[in-house]
């Protein structure tokens, strides 16, 4: 990567994933969500420090490793260059009239009312660490499937169902599958549906109306005209 820095998320069988340790995290306290983030900052310290120093290491890890150290231009302040802030790529998610699933990204089935596009592939990681039959540990849950076109992403899937909340949009944990939601989390598609978000709440307000009632088509024309990519017809 640039400026000498390395990608290592995610790698081989044992990595940066603290696989399992994150399951507490989305109905936790404020304390007890500090404790697992804490949990988290030593695991990857840890990590580092093992393959770079402790003598179980194959040495030309530990020569390599070692050479390694945090980045320079991020993070500097009080940190000694180490991320303060736990990345959450999925915690809760929204249940609404419409959820995103798989069929959605790969084109089976297509929204009939598109407000933004997704394009990634749908990429989650490890959910747990077991021993199989044999005695050997195991990884279940990474998912890496990637070659499917960009599809559009419902309107109904960041809105509420109207029993439940008429005033309230989510853009980011929107209704969607566990699968699905690996490819909608990419921090582009969330700036796109916090604007299609944006203009949905100004036409509720300026129709007096339920998130849930308002003219579809009419929020639709307004995001082209903003030059929002609906779909790719």
Excluded at 98 to 104: P, R
Aim: aromatic share 10%.
């Amino acid at each position: 990567m640039p400026n000498r820095k390395t990608d290592t998320n995610n790698q081989k069988g044992f990595s940066t994933d603290f696989i399992g340790q994150n399951y507490d995290y989305p109905d936790a306290s404020y304390e007890e969500r500090e404790k697992i983030v804490q949990a988290h900052r030593n695991y990857q310290q840890g990590l580092m420090w093992t393959l770079a120093y402790h003598p179980r290491i194959p040495e030309k890890v530990r020569e390599k490793v070692s050479q390694w150290g945090t980045c320079k231009d991020e993070y500097e302040e009080e940190s000694n260059g180490w991320q303060q802030q736990l990345y959450i790529r999925e915690a809760r998610r929204m249940l609404s009239d419409y959820v995103m699933t798989q069929k959605n990204c790969e084109g089976i089935e297509v929204v009939e009312d598109p407000i933004g596009m997704a394009a990634y592939g749908m990429d989650s990681h490890h959910i747990q660490r077991y021993v199989d039959v044999n005695g050997f540990v195991q990884n279940e849950g990474n998912v890496e499937a990637h070659g499917f076109s960009p599809y559009s992403i419902s309107y109904r899937s960041i809105v509420p169902k109207k029993e439940e909340c008429e005033n309230l949009l989510v853009p980011i944990c929107v209704s969607s599958t566990h699968i699905a939601f690996g490819s909608i989390r990419m921090e582009p598609v969330f700036m796109v549906l916090g604007q299609s978000a944006a203009t949905a709440a100004c036409q509720a307000i300026d129709e007096k109306s339920a998130l849930q009632e308002i003219d579809c088509s009419l929020l639709q024309k307004r995001l082209v005209e903003n030059k929002q990519i609906l779909s790719d017809k």
